[in-house]
């Protein structure tokens, strides 16, 4: 079980971290990841991290204002949201890999969080 935190209202530009603690099973030895939906839009990648965190991958909307860690010993993934903006609206999900490297595409992730809700306001 994945389970994620942090989400909230924020100003433009202003920051939030995201948590996702993992129960039940550890990930330790799989890639993990973070995704959003937009009200009205597909779930999209947002970034993803290899299982020793020592490669990171991000969509091109946010590289370079967030940043994605993780915690092994805590079974926890992170991700760091700096500068937001209104478009980083959405729902973010947590999710873990089905293999060791990180990747973007859904279907490499085979079990997910429900989500938490990151609200930025103009």
């Known amino acids: 079980q994945l389970v994620e935190s942090g989400g909230g209202l924020v100003q433009a530009g202003g920051s939030l971290r995201l948590s996702c603690a993992a129960s039940g099973r550890t990930f330790v030895g799989y890639a993990m990841g973070w995704f959003r939906r937009a009200p009205g839009k597909e779930r999209e990648f947002v970034a993803s991290?290899?299982?020793?965190?020592?490669?990171?991958y991000y969509a091109d909307s946010v590289k370079g204002r967030f940043t994605i860690s993780r915690d092994n010993a805590k079974n926890t993934v992170y991700l760091q949201m700096n500068s937001l903006k209104p478009e980083d609206t959405a729902v973010y999900y947590c999710?873990?890999?089905?293999?060791?490297?990180?990747?973007?595409?859904?279907?490499?992730?085979?079990?997910w969080g429900q989500g938490t809700q990151v609200t930025v306001s103009s």
């Open positions: 999710a873990a890999g089905r293999y060791g490297t990180g990747s973007s595409s859904l279907q490499d992730f085979g079990s």
């Open positions: 991290i290899n299982w020793s965190g020592v490669s990171t």
